[in-house]
């Protein structure tokens, strides 16, 4: 298990990115709790891997309505900051900024799916001082398709790239050839990257549907950019 200063020190001069173990699990259980109470299914007394199976018969009119269903879970960023407070605490101290409405992202399986084409966070005007944590809520194979990563100096030279061509998103990121394996996690691990660490999804073959969360926070003393009041709220971690 890493502790937060490793963490820190690979975020900041590493690749850019990290596994880490959640803290609090008894928080994080009841998170994937609350999460499976709101997939509503014809069965009852399913457990979590059954509901992912029925998620893949879903139709589309299904899975938008269910997308819509979980957008309501109000206190998903407070629950995902709290399950591991030591760790955000180390990086950005106790007063945050934090993703009004943390997502959860339904991935379906099938090599016919769209894939998450490469892209970094810094795109969509976020803080270059903030954070992201994506954790599955469930265990994720490299066959099963987690999320892959690119290393931050990698990532770096394709920014440069084409900062210097003028464009964001060109054609030499949507038509990479990506070869970095998803990461393999258990139910209880997450992955924390800054803003500049390239990353994306590909389709993948399974019988389960993929679900996980994702949440942004950064320290309240450092500064927003375009995404401020109206995509951050402040939230202090208590002591």
Not at 15 to 29: C, L, N, V, W
Not at 40 to 61: E, G, Q
Not at 100 to 120: C, D, E, M, S, W
Not at 162 to 171: K, L, R, S, W
Request: aromatic share 10%.
């Amino acid at each position: 298990m890493k502790n937060s200063d490793l963490i820190k020190k690979e975020l900041i001069d590493g690749p850019g990115y990290a596994i880490f173990s959640i803290e609090r699990m008894d928080i994080f259980k009841n998170l994937r709790n609350s999460i499976f109470k709101k997939i509503k299914t014809k069965k009852k007394n399913n457990d979590f891997n059954s509901i992912r199976k029925l998620i893949t018969k879903m139709s589309n009119a299904e899975i938008n309505d269910l997308t819509v269903n979980l957008a309501k879970f109000n206190g998903l960023s407070e629950m995902i900051i709290n399950s591991s407070p030591n760790l955000i605490k180390k990086l950005c101290g106790n007063k945050l900024f934090i993703q009004r409405r943390a997502h959860t992202v339904i991935k379906l399986p099938g090599i016919n799916k769209p894939r998450t084409l490469p892209h970094y966070e810094m795109m969509s005007g976020i803080s270059p001082y903030t954070y992201i944590i994506w954790a599955p809520m469930h265990d994720v194979t490299e066959e099963e398709g987690g999320i892959y990563y690119i290393n931050k100096k990698k990532s770096y030279q394709i920014m440069k790239q084409e900062h210097q061509e003028g464009i964001v998103n060109g054609p030499k990121i949507l038509n990479m050839k990506i070869n970095e394996k998803p990461a393999s996690m258990k139910f209880g691990q997450a992955i924390i990257f800054n803003p500049f660490v390239m990353h994306g999804n590909n389709p993948f073959r399974s019988e389960f549907a993929r679900i996980a969360i994702n949440v942004r926070f950064q320290s309240l003393k450092t500064p927003l950019l375009e995404k401020n009041s109206d995509y951050l709220k402040y939230y202090e971690i208590s002591n």
